[in-house]
């Protein structure tokens, strides 16, 4: 009787071969994943947004910052003027250039006193990827575009709880912004959602006064500050009253905002 080495069968050969693939794709995704998570670099404070890739910051490219939608609620926002402001915020957010990947936002409406302090309004976003954004390595660009339809909902949501708030008897613009600014160091750019009529003890604009007054500058140095607020993008809701100039910034918000962009999304 004769012995030999008996030759696999073809079926076992696919089999094996099959497994091994699997297997390495398997280390490759995870690896990539795992390497993709890693080099995203996370806020110490209130964290949650990514704020840019390692290379991108050894390399000095500018990374996603923290907007503020700051909504002026001591005047009713009819419902005519709430759906044309989140139709607008909705063209903002998909601008990317405007609005990047991974931009921290939060929600913010003018405090009903102008010695208290702002609050949030819901929680901070880290504003998502479009669909047509999604890797189609590992992402559906369907599911992508149906996650980031949520998040406006949601913003839309949090808008319209502002925009019913009670009138208040002051509208403490510049203080809000200052005092955000102080507490969040890495906002970049304010979304304001107002008439930009300040009334509050700091000035007024029903004053007739056309200079900013000495402790008012006090504060727009808060926010316009080296290395602070770059940008200011307004929703601008004209009230018909003759107090409110068709044009902005006026002379004195343009002073106040100095070495700030600033442009109308209307």
């Known amino acids: 009787m004769t012995t030999g080495n008996k030759t696999p069968h073809p079926l076992m050969v696919v089999f094996y071969v099959l497994l091994i693939l699997g297997a390495v794709a398997v280390v490759v995704f995870f690896g ?27 390399e000095g ?5 923290h907007t503020v939608i700051l909504v002026d609620t001591s005047n009713r926002i009819s419902e005519e003027d709430g759906a044309r402001a989140f139709a607008r915020i909705e063209e903002w957010t998909r601008d990317t250039l405007r609005a990047p990947f991974l931009q921290k936002l939060s929600i913010y409406g003018l405090p009903e006193s102008e010695h ?41 949501g949090v808008l319209d709880e502002l925009r019913d708030r009670e009138e208040a008897d002051v509208s403490p613009i510049v203080e809000t912004m200052a005092s955000l600014v102080e507490r969040n160091e890495d906002i970049d750019s304010f979304l304001l959602v107002s008439d930009m009529l300040q009334n509050s003890s700091l000035w007024s604009e029903y004053s007739g006064e056309t200079a900013v007054p000495l402790e008012g500058m006090g504060e727009c140095g808060r926010i316009s500050g080296p290395g602070r607020v770059r940008d200011v993008f307004l929703f601008y809701i004209d009230r018909n009253i003759a107090v409110q100039s068709n044009d902005w910034p006026t002379d004195r918000w343009r002073t106040c905002l100095e070495g700030i962009r600033t442009r109308t999304i209307n």
């Open 61 to 65: 490219i500018e990374i996603p910052g």
């Open 116 to 156: 208290e302090a702002p609050r949030q309004s819901g929680r901070s976003w880290c504003i998502p990827k479009q669909g047509e954004m999604a890797d189609v390595l590992y992402e559906n660009p369907r599911v992508v575009e149906i996650e980031f339809a949520t998040f406006l909902n949601r913003l839309r």
């Open 32 to 58: 990539y994943r795992l390497n993709h998570a890693d080099q995203l670099r996370v806020r110490q404070a209130n964290g949650y947004c990514p704020t840019g890739t390692r290379a991108q910051v050894r």
